[in-house]
């Protein structure tokens, strides 16, 4: 069984940055591609950015590309989300989620591809 624990969201001001953290346990973390997602009140989750196991490749959203960044520690068993220029619509809870798929350099979008999920941490831009 694979846990995930996200932390560092909160409120922030419009323009302002976070940085959201996802320590993972359970197996061998480096492995596996890891992704965050976003869901804000009344909407679906959503794919926001992903990375590959050994971190070669990364993938986002077209809505947060130039402002987020994904990067991961294996060292760690750590995965980060840099949120920049936050805008009042990047206001969701944010989850990570872990592949099931070893060793593989792509990164999947959907959410029904992610087989461990975190249990979310809130943020909050506001304007």
């Known amino acids: 069984q694979v846990q995930l624990a996200e932390s560092g969201g909160g409120l922030v001001q419009a323009g302002g940055s976070l940085r959201l953290s996802c320590v993972a346990s359970?197996?061998?973390?480096?492995?596996?591609?890891m992704a965050w997602f976003r869901q804000a009140p009344g909407k679906e989750r959503a794919f926001v950015a992903g990375?590959?196991?050994?971190?070669?490749?990364?993938y986002y959203a077209d809505s947060v590309k130039g402002r987020f960044t994904i990067s991961r520690d294996n060292a760690k068993n750590t995965v980060y989300l840099q949120m920049n220029s936050l805008k009042p619509e990047d206001t969701a809870v944010y989850y990570c989620?872990?592949?099931?798929?070893?060793?593989?350099?792509?990164?999947?979008?959907?959410?029904?591809?992610?087989?461990?999920w975190g249990q979310g941490t809130q943020v909050t831009v506001s304007s």
């Open positions: 990375i590959t196991w050994s971190g070669g490749f990364t």
């Open positions: 989620a872990a592949d099931n798929r070893p060793y593989i350099e792509d990164v999947a979008l959907g959410v029904p591809q992610y087989e461990y």
């Open positions: 359970g197996r061998t973390f480096s492995r596996y591609g």
